[in-house]
């Protein structure tokens, strides 16, 4: 019964992350430039360090 709690929370971590990366993606792609470039990037780096701390919080 653990693991299939674990493996939902993962999911769902997962799927909120993927939508926020993609709602950041897609303001920034309507709105071209450097700045905009880099916002993307600390975002990126955002998301895949709250994707390991939910991993590691259940492990």
Avoid at 11 to 38: E, P, T
Wanted: glycine residues 16%; proline residues 0%; charged residues 25%.
């Amino acid at each position: 019964m653990a693991r299939n709690t674990v493996s939902m929370f993962k999911g769902i971590g997962v799927g909120i992350a993927a939508g926020a990366m993609l709602g950041i993606i897609g303001s920034a792609v309507l709105k071209d430039g450097k700045k905009n470039r880099k916002r993307i990037n600390k975002a990126l780096g955002t998301v895949e360090g709250v994707i390991e701390s939910v991993q590691d919080m259940f492990r």
